[in-house]
Every structure is written in structure tokens, then in C-alpha cells.
């Protein structure tokens, strides 16, 4: 990337490789070559650049083995033969630093630690704190006493303090170094001091080594981008109470650094940290602490393995823990724009499908003022299998507008066996039956990107980040609680101010500014960033040398705008009557009034054509290459989010004159449109719908287009008819996932859902449950004497007698299998995945059969759901599903209510419609619950509908019958869904969905709607 000119017209049509996703790859079983390659087959026709391999949740193969790095070997060549980029991971799962578990095994002494502040005094030793922080970090360890204290206290204030001996009979408080324990997770070891310069050399070289000896040449040829992800140090807590305890983040070391600093060790202001001072004077020694934790970090940590990276032939790329809020990067990271500095390409990730606006802002900025070669983002994790094209190409379009242009799909997966088709679904790979339409969503977002990566940002405006003022007041104290709740608010509505009020910013952080800042020329610089206007937002303390560098840009000319109340204090100390402003507009902390004052930077303006308001619902990104600019415009929220901005004529004002072009991202195209100029400005109408983005190209220069009107001729619609054929492309899925089960021969239990059935008998049997933290695969091993057996049996009710009927299930090497009472086990190949193996049934009798599966069980078997797949219909109500005829007609509606209950594969509407009258013809679906729907008329070319208003331009039709083909593309929901989680709210799919548990977890299956859901219409206008 770093694409410095203007926008080259081939590039635009046919982006390479660089510009397009590159999804996490979860390598996540045993690991066959031959699969492997056939998946980046796949990759390439969803329209894919390249992937990353990572290993996740269920890999079988030695992390970093040797089965493990000539499947890296493999895959990295075989990309190179296709064109694409092949990418590593540095870590087992995550979070990254522990090189699985090697480090710590290694040496012990390298596990993560904190600093643990308690009023309990506790002998050196093993320490279990029975709680359990997101982010898989662990607080239970081995505990040694540093220090004591008296702390004389007036309520949750400190009156004084003063440091004792260990055994003073006065001490209060104690502080104690906490070597934190290993966990399944970190693959039975302890996650890495990511503090320590020794420890993170450690983990470079039991992995980013290990890549270099195997790939060798490799990386001279080619810059391979390698994926740090989550790091994250011990987390930076507050007490609840004078009486609870707290831990904060510590490395051997850091004690001596901070005395040297600041004259004091933290061992001798530690009560300062977790407690406010009863004279109202500042947290100080919370302040100095945090600041110098955030260096530490990004030293530490992130610079290091770039170091090593840059001299290595490897690019960094990643993102941090919580970086969505200033709470979050605070317990995790201290501050994520400084980390930010030690990628080369920084990152964030988008869950679900959440808007997190400052979480982009603050990466991009970094961006912006470091010159990155780009921004990276995990995207569309989380979302569930039935997340369609029309929240990919919003949520991608949001995100280019954010700054996007490395895009990382969560996620592919190299295999579904047990656990792992639980990872974090849908699975975005040839699995997903619309997996080669997807080239019209990577398309369109690399077309985007490429012009995204033209030239320079063009931003003016520079807002102060609060972080450091949230370091000052965390301390857990109630009224600093509210002031941080008020910082977060302030913090998300500013950014949202700006962005929607099309005021694009970039934030500054005051760590940033010793280094790269200076006033030159009446504009404030920052790295590559020049900016017009400061904005100062509410705060408790800023820097002098933030305040010195704004009174040198103010005494330029440059103009300075501080909002809300001036800060108390000044590097994190109390100053009478606070600081000291430069000279500069003093504002309320109003929208209005912000956007007022910074009407003299604006760039464009974005109106409604019929009544003439700022829009506020579409963000945007101007670039600026060589005199043309490019812009992009999009949707600033996902639907749902309560927007209104469905349909309308919008009218955009651009300083300046300027011809338009038109950039199409759907076809690759350029043309002019017209534009009016008066009055110095440019004015463009143009329609935009809910889906829709824009992609405009300016050129200095008077506009050379006419402006014409289209004209239309009469039309008339043709509603198809409510019934028609219907071709199913795979066969039907009965889904058995409720056995009746016993072990051991022991008494049968009645019908269970199957996962639950799997928790029960590990309980009993004392194994290790199976949940996505349980310990890898290829760590696990068999006890002797371990072997049990276990039998599931299904109850299967069919009206209809089905021939070469097969089962799909999972550990068929390990299972007998019998139907109506005869063995079975004539393996037919698999469904989707190698992982699920079919073996013949042969024929179901009408009525009532039974499947019983007996198991050679020990904690290697995955006990999951099983599949019925052939030639039938089934019927669901309730908890109860029943096989019928086969689906031959359907209704536009539901079809999963029309005996298709688990059916995860296209379906195709084959319709016949009588036209009147010839002329160009288009069909519309009003509505349809599908990934994406494809039409083709009398056998022709097929065009994609994904997108409001829901039509395919069709060509011309000349009078007479039509043979219409409307494919509606599966998405597996109903067949490999959470279908027992009733929680109409869950937005978060995960492993734990499947165990919902609780009042949200029913028997009843909870379908999902699939299919054309409303009878479509063809529209002719007439010649």
C-alpha cells in the first residue's frame, strides 16, 4: 500500500491483491495439505487477497511443530503462485506473547505479574483470588509481601500515610509482587510478562525466529505481514472498598525506573494510587504511574517486536485489548495511541455489529500523523451465521470511511470438528453457500481502498485526547467515578459531533507531541498531520508541554478552541485556578457551538435537497493527490441503529470548483456527472439509499457535463405467482441434537440437548469439560483406564419413506452405529467438512425409527450434533421434527416453516411470468432473509440483489413468457445455529451461545427466517 498519486483507472477496475481482505484463517484441527490448498482456491473466488494463519480452538498439530510449519511452508508458496498474500499469526489462540506456553515453560520467571494492594495480610505463597478477569488473564499465582503500610483513612480518603516494616503490628495495608498461575488456556502455562524487554525477547524467539528459520528467503522476497493480537498487560484495577483489594500492573524493574523518574519509588506512593487524598490535592503518583506504564508497554512490548520484525523482513499489524473507550485502554494498555507506534499497520477489531467510532478515529490518527502504510480491522466477527451482504458492505463501508483499508474477516475456518464450529461463526469460506458471490463485496470494498490509499488526508481539525485525565481520576473514589463516566460521554459525543456534523479530526495525543509536535507556519504539526484548529475538550490535566506548543500555534495565528471547564491541573498536578490558557476561543460543551466555530475549515457539507438539513447520519474520508482529491461517503451507523436515512435526494457543497467524477464501485468505472458552481462552490445532488456509499473523484477545473433530465416512460407490474417449483442445491437436514443417553450401561437419561449431555458426562466421569477455553488438542492426551462407553440414541419420526438416506456425525472411527436395531457404518464421504462423516443409512421406513450411536468415549471425543441428510422434507414444531415428502413447490414466505426446518442450502424459485409489452424490465423483492438473492431471466446472466431498494435491473424483455430463476443463497443458521438460545437480544455469538443455559435456553427450536419472503414484482417500462 502507500499508493501516493492519483487513482490509476485499471487499478480501480481490477484491484490487486493488497487492496482486498485477508481473513484470519483458523487453522483449528489436524492439518491436511490438501485441504489447505483448496481453501485458498476458495479464497481467491470469494474475491480474497490473501489470509492469515492463525491458530484457534481445536488445533490437533504441534503449535509451531513440524506438521504445523510445512503447512505454513505449503500454503505461503502456493499464495505466491496465485498472486496472494500469505500471513502468520504470531500466537496459539490469544492473546499474543506467550509463544504456546514456551515462553513460561521456558522460564517461569518470565509469567506475568502485578502488584496486589490489600488490607488481608497473606503469607508468601500460593494465592487463589477466586476472580476472573475478561481477557482470559488469570490473578490467582504465587504471592510474595513488598511492602506495608499505615494508612490512616477518613472514609475512602487518605489522611496520611507512611511505609512500615512487614511485621509492624500497625500496618493496615500490604502490598504484595503476585507471579501470576498457568491455565488451560495458555496452553497449561502462564502468559508472558509483556513488561519485560527479556521476557518479549523470549517469545520473539521461540516464534517470530522459528518463522524465520522456516520461511528463510521467503521474507527477503516478500514482506510478510505478521498478527499481534490482544497483548495486554495484568489489568489496572481500583478498590470497591477500603476493605477489597486491587492489583495493578508491575515488572521487575519498573520500581527503580519510576524512583529515577520521579524521585520516589512506587512502593513508597503506592496508597497514592488507589486512593484520593482527604485535602482534595491530585493523584499525582496515579498520574506519573499510568504515563509511565503506557511507555513501558509500548517499549516493551510493541516496539521491540517491530525492531525485530523491520530488521527481519516482516511487517507488524494488530490490535489491543479494549481500545473501544477510555476505561478499556486504561485497564489494558494504558494509552492506545502510544502502543499504536509499534505497528506498522495498526489495527482495532469490530465485534459484532457495533459501531465503536473512537476506536477507529484513534487508530487512523496515529495513521495519519506516523505516515502507516495503512489501518487494519478484524471485521464482521461475531455475527452469526445469518449476518447478510447488505451488514457486510455497510459495516465495510463505514469502516473505509474510518480510515479501513486492511480489512481481516472474522473468520475462515480450516476445519468444523467439535468446538470449533463454535468459534465465532458464520465461517466465511467455501462452506458458506454464497461464498463465490462475494466478489461483488470485496470488489466494491477494494475499489474503495485503492482510492482510499491516493495520496494525503486532508483533515483540519485536532482534538486533545482525555486519556491522560482518566488516568488522573481512576481511582474507583465515587465522585471520581462520575467525572470518569462524564469523560467517557464527553469523549464518545464529541467524536460523534464531529464525524456526523462532517467535521472530519484526527485525535492528538499529548505523549505524541514532545516528539513529533510543533507550531510552524500558524498550523499545529503533528508528524505528517498540519492542522488549523485545536479543540480542547473538557479536562482535569494537561501538560505543559501541550500547553506550551498551543500557546506557540496560537501566537501564529492558529486558532485554539477549549471546551467546558478549564483543567485543575497541570501534569497531573493541582494548579491554583488551574491552567493557564493560550490565547483561544473559551466554548460551553455544545455541539451548535463547536460546529460554528469550525465552519471556516469545513471541507464539504452534506444537506437534504427538500428541506435543506445537515445530515446526520453519513461520514466521510477526502484524500488529496497531486491537486484532485478523492471522497468518500457512507452510512455512519449500522441499520438498526435508529436511522432514517433510507431514501432521500441529498445535495453536497464543496469549496471550491470542481469536476465530479463519478467513481462506480460496483463496476469499475469513471464517468463525469454533472455538478453546479456558483458562488465559488460546488453543489452535486445525488440519490442515497440505505445501503448506498459514494465514491466521488474532484478535479480542479469548471465542470464540462450538462445537466439533463432522464426521462421515463409508463410502467407496469407483474406480481409473480404466490406459488412455484423449487430445486433444493444439496440435500435436506434432518438435525439430531436431542438423544436419549446413558453411560457406561449405566440407567438412560432422557431426551438432553446434546452439548449438555457432553458437560454431564465429563462431569461424572471427571474430565475436563469441553469448552472453547478447554486445553488444545494437541496437548491432550488419553489416561490409561479412561475409555467408557456412551450411547446416544434418537427417536425419528418420518410420513414418508426416504431411500439412501445417509447420517452425517463426527468420530465415526470411534462409534458403532445401528438403525432399527441393524449396524451401519459404509462411509459415503462427508458433509462440508472432512471433520463430519457420512455413513449410509440406507432406507427410512415411514413411521418411527430409531438411530442408536455407541461410543468408545474418553475426553478426546467430540459428542456432537448429528445430521440425517437426503431426499425428504422436515417438519419442525416445537421440539419436535418430522421427516415428510420432499419439497418440491413453496410459497414466497418462510421457508423454513414450509418443511425446510434445517435446510442451510440455496434454494432456486423457478417462476414463469406473461409481459404485455416489451421494454427494459426490472425485478424487485421487497423483502427476502437471505445472505444475498441472484436472478436470472430465460437462462441469462445472473445479477445479484443485495441491497435496498432490492432490484436487478433486468435488460430489455420483449413481449411474451419469461422463465425467472430467483436463488435464494443459504447461510446454515438453522442447521449449525445456537437454535435452543431464545435471548432475542444476544448479538454476540460465540462458543457460550450454544450454552445458553438459564431462562434463555428452550427445547423448542428457534428458527430463523430464510428465503424470498415476499412475492417479488416485475416492473416493464414501456418503450
Known sequence: MGYSRNLDAEIFRNPPAEYRSMPFWAWNGYLKKEDLLRQIDDFQKMGYGGFYMHSRVGLADEYLGETFMECVRVCCDYAEEKGMHASLYDEDKWPSGYGGGRVTKEHPEYALKYLLFSSVKYEDGPYRREKHTSGRLTEDGELCMVAAYRVELAGRKWVSYRRVEKEDAQANYFAYVVSTGPLAWFDNERYTDVLSPEAVDAFIACTHERYRDVLGERLQKRSFRIFSDEPQFSRVETLSSPESEAGIPFTPGFDEK???????????????????????????????????????????????????????????????????DLAGQAKCSGEVMRAYRGFDIPGVDVLADWCHHNALKQVQSVAHQRGKSGVMCECYGVTNWDFDFRGHKRQGDWLAALGVNARVPHLSWAQMGGEAKRDYPATLDGRSPWFEKYTVIENHLARVAAAMDCGRPVVRVGVIHPIESYWLLNSGDKDN??????????????????????????????????????????????????????????????????????????????????MGNVPG????????????????????????????????????????????????????????????????????WPKGHGTKLNYCHLRMTIPGKWRVICCDTETGEMHEVYAAQESGKTEYLFEFKEHDSLLLKLIPGETIVRKCEEKKGACRMYRLPA?????????????????????????????????????????????PMRTESALQPWLQKAEPGERHSVVLQYDISSEYTVEDARLALEGSDYARIFFNGREVGEKVGCYLDSAIECVSLGRIEAGHNILSVEYNFDRRVNLESMYILGDFGVRALGDKATITAPVKTIAFGDAAEQNLAFYGGSITYQCRCMTKESGRAALQV?????????????????????????????????????????????????????????????????????????????????LRSFGVTCPPVLIVEED
Request: glycine residues 10%; contains cysteine; proline residues 3%.
Open 481 to 562: 467515578s462520575e467525572k470518569c463516566s462524564g469523560l467517557e460521554r464527553r469523549f464518545r459525543e464529541l467524536t460523534e459531533w464531529l464525524l456526523f456534523g462532517l467535521m472530519d479530526f484526527d485525535f492528538v495525543a499529548e505523549s505524541s507531541l514532545p516528539e513529533i509536535g510543533s507550531a510552524e507556519d500558524g498550523r499545529l504539526c503533528v508528524g505528517a498531520m498540519h492542522y488549523d484548529v485545536i479543540v480542547v475538550p473538557p479536562l482535569y490535566t494537561i501538560r505543559q508541554t501541550t500547553l506550551d506548543m498551543l500557546n506557540a500555534f496560537a501566537a501564529q495565528g492558529g486558532r485554539v478552541i477549549f
Open 569 to 636: 491541573c497541570v501534569d497531573g498536578r493541582s494548579v491554583p485556578g488551574g491552567a493557564r490558557l493560550p490565547k483561544c476561543v473559551h466554548i460551553g460543551f455544545e455541539c451548535d457551538c463547536l460546529l460554528e466555530n469550525l465552519d471556516g475549515v469545513r471541507e464539504i457539507d452534506i444537506r437534504r435537497a427538500d428541506n435543506g438539513e445537515r445530515v446526520d447520519e453519513v461520514i466521510y474520508q477526502l484524500r488529496e493527490a497531486e491537486g484532485e482529491r478523492y471522497l468518500f461517503v457512507a452510512h455512519g
Open 258 to 324: 519510576f524512583s529515577e523518574k520521579y524521585g520516589k519509588t512506587l512502593a513508597d506512593c503506592l496508597p497514592e494510587i488507589f486512593f484520593e487524598a482527604a485535602d482534595g490535592s491530585s493523584g499525582a503518583a496515579r498520574y506519573h504511574y499510568m504515563d509511565m506504564l503506557s511507555e513501558q508497554f509500548a517499549q516493551s512490548y510493541l516496539e521491540r517486536i517491530s525492531l525485530w520484525c523491520s530488521a527481519n523482513g516482516m511487517l507488524t499489524t494488530g490490535h489491543l485489548m479494549m481500545e473501544d
Open 723 to 767: 406459488f412455484c417449483d423449487v430445486q433444493l442445491h444439496e440435500a435436506n437436514v434432518l438435525l439430531l441434537d436431542m438423544p436419549r443417553w446413558r453411560l457406561d450401561g449405566g440407567k438412560w437419561h432422557e431426551k438432553t440437548y446434546i452439548l449438555t449431555a457432553d458437560d454431564e458426562i465429563r462431569r461424572t466421569l471427571n474430565l
Open 926 to 1006: 421487497a423483502d427476502y432473509s437471505a445472505p444475498v438473492l441472484g436472478v436470472r431471466v430465460d437462462g441469462g446472466e445472473e445479477i445479484l440483489i443485495y441491497a435496498f431498494p432490492y432490484k436487478a435491473q433486468l435488460g430489455y424483455l420483449s413481449a411474451g413468457e419469461h422463465e425467472i430463476a430467483i436463488t435464494a443463497y443459504g447461510n446454515r443458521v438453522n442447521t449449525f445455529g445456537a437454535l435452543h438460545n431464545w435471548n432475542m437480544q444476544e448479538s454476540v455469538w460465540g462458543p457460550y451461545s450454544w450454552r445458553s443455559g438459564g431462562v434463555y435456553y428452550g427445547d423448542a427450536y428457534r
